[in-house]
Nanobody
Framework: VQLQASGGGLVRAGGSLRLSCVASGRTFSSYDMGWFRQAPGKEREFVSAISWSGGSTYYVDSVKGRFTISRDNAKNTVYLQMNSLKPEDTAVYYC???????????????????WGQGTQVTVSS
């Protein structure tokens, strides 16, 4: 599986961006998908995840109520709608695919088998 993330950019605080991640292959609909981010000088952290069916979602507390994850299995695409952006959201955002089906540990990076290349999100104050 190859993942291609896009949609990053420069936005002012309070603004919005929509990230997309397109997957190759015919097994996308069987993967739980996640978004992670890595800010300068910090470790990569979990942001959000969505189950293979789209029926379950999970968010880190810092983005709850502002970010929404969704997917379109017909288009092999997962999205991250980011609203009310803050300067602390500045990071490289990565999408990842989890083929292990262990939803209870969906926030763990080692549960993900495939990673995209990342897209830069910069939020100015």
């Amino acid at each position: 599986v190859q993942l291609q993330a896009s949609g990053g950019g420069l936005v002012r605080a309070g603004g919005s961006l929509r990230l997309s991640c397109v997957a190759s292959g015919r097994t996308f609909s069987s993967y739980d998908m996640g978004w992670f981010r890595q800010a300068p000088g910090k470790e990569r952290e979990f942001v959000s995840a969505i189950s293979w069916s789209g029926g379950s979602t999970y968010y880190v507390d810092s983005v709850k109520g502002r970010f929404t994850i969704s997917r379109d299995n017909a288009k092999n695409t997962v999205y991250l709608q980011m609203n009310s952006l803050k300067p602390e959201d500045t990071a490289v955002y990565y999408c990842a695919a989890n083929a292990q089906g262990l939803w209870a540990s969906i926030g763990r990076q080692d549960r993900y088998n495939y990673w995209g290349q990342g897209t830069q999100v910069t939020v100015s104050s």
